[in-house]
C-alpha cells in the first residue's frame, strides 16, 4: 500500500484546512487508517484513527471535538477535517495504515504516507 497525503500548508488559527491520504491498493477497505502528527521536538502521537468500514473512530483528547476523520472507500481516501485550529496544531502530519486497529493505537504500522506539514499562524 502506498500513501499520498495532501492538504496541509500554512493556515491562521482558527481555520478548517482539510487533508486527505490517497492509497494505492485494491483492499483498502481492510485497512484501519491512521492520522498522526509530529511537532518538532516532540514524539509523534497518533491523532485519529478510523476502522475499514468507517464505522469507528478514534480521537485523541487534544483534538476531541475539532477534529473529524472519514474515509471514502471507493476513492480509496481518507480525510482529516480540523477545525479551530490552534498554535499547538502546528506539526507535520502523516497518514497510516494497517489491518490492526492495535497496531494504528500503538503506532507500529505497516504503511506510513510521506507527511504533510501544517502550520498554524497567529
Known amino acids: 500500500v502506498q500513501l499520498q497525503a495532501s492538504g496541509g500548508g500554512l493556515v491562521q488559527a482558527g481555520g478548517s484546512p482539510r487533508l486527505s491520504c490517497a492509497a494505492s491498493g485494491r483492499t483498502f477497505g481492510g485497512y484501519v487508517m491512521g492520522w498522526f502528527r509530529q511537532a518538532p521536538g516532540e514524539e509523534r502521537e497518533l491523532v485519529s484513527a478510523?476502522?475499514?468500514?468507517?464505522?469507528?473512530?478514534y480521537y485523541a483528547d487534544s483534538v476531541k471535538g475539532r477534529f473529524t476523520t472519514s474515509r471514502d472507500n471507493a476513492k480509496n481516501t481518507v480525510y482529516l477535517q480540523m477545525n479551530s485550529l490552534k498554535a499547538e496544531d502546528t506539526a507535520v502530519y502523516y497518514c497510516?495504515?494497517?489491518?490492526?486497529?492495535?497496531?494504528?493505537?500503538?503506532?507500529?504500522?505497516?504503511?506510513w504516507g510521506q507527511g504533510t506539514q501544517v502550520t498554524v499562524s497567529s
Open positions: 497510516a495504515a494497517d489491518p490492526s486497529e492495535l497496531a494504528v493505537r500503538a503506532g507500529t504500522v505497516r504503511y
Open positions: 478510523i476502522n475499514g468500514g468507517g464505522v469507528t473512530t
